[in-house]
């Protein structure tokens, strides 16, 4: 349930949506994201709810993308969009999983050259 009270499921398809774009700014803002740990206010639950908690402050969000927080009816952050922010997550994790760092790049190509001068040497060996 959103903060207007609406209840249901968020549609995915192409053709319930206009105005789509990259990702761009979103995924800058993703990056500089500062996880952090706490506990809620006592008031916030049932007594003995005081575990603690990991995730992201809203303001501190709102401060790199306004588009991922929910707002109060007053209009102030309420809550992080954490369906959002997870799947954008989800999808920058598994590309960089998959995208080979700087120096593995650098140690292929090594590798690379160290094959084809040992197929020169090896070359070389059986002309004698």
Known sequence: MNSNGRLGTVTSSRGFKKGI??????REALYALQPVIFRYNENMGPE??????FGLVAEDIEKLNPELVVRDKAGKPDSVRYQQVNAIL???????????????????????????????VSAGLDAR
């Open 21 to 26: 774009q990259r990702l761009a700014k979103v």
């Open 48 to 53: 003995g709810f005081n575990d603690l908690e």
């Open 90 to 120: 989800a999808q920058l994790v598994s590309r960089r999983a998959l995208s080979p760092t700087p120096k593995l790049a650098e140690q292929e190509k090594r590798i690379e050259a160290l094959m084809s001068d040992l197929q020169k």
